[in-house]
């Protein structure tokens, strides 16, 4: 069966460089996001980034049924770094 990339996704300062940044290969993707900037403007650039992975062929459906994903254990998402602000 084939390994499972790791994903990690951090809240990043990217200097107002773009609203997120990444760093994919076969063994772990990287997500960067910046939510000091608006969040269409996050959303739109989540859009593309997936979007150009989904068009270039670097991510596919391929041996990725669900059957196949079931059976690897998954991580509960951290809480947006906000969340603590009350």
């Given at each position: 069966m ?30 960067g ?54």
């Open positions: 084939t390994e499972v990339p790791r994903v990690r996704v951090r809240a990043v300062d990217l200097a107002g460089e773009a609203a997120v940044a990444s760093y994919d290969s076969a063994h772990r993707y990287e997500l996001i910046d939510f000091s900037r608006p969040p269409d403007e996050i959303a739109d650039a989540l859009t593309d980034l997936f979007q150009e992975a989904v068009d270039t062929g670097r991510w596919s459906r391929s041996g990725t049924g669900a059957h196949e994903i079931a059976h690897h254990a998954s991580e509960e998402a951290a809480p947006h770094p906000r969340d603590d602000l009350s």
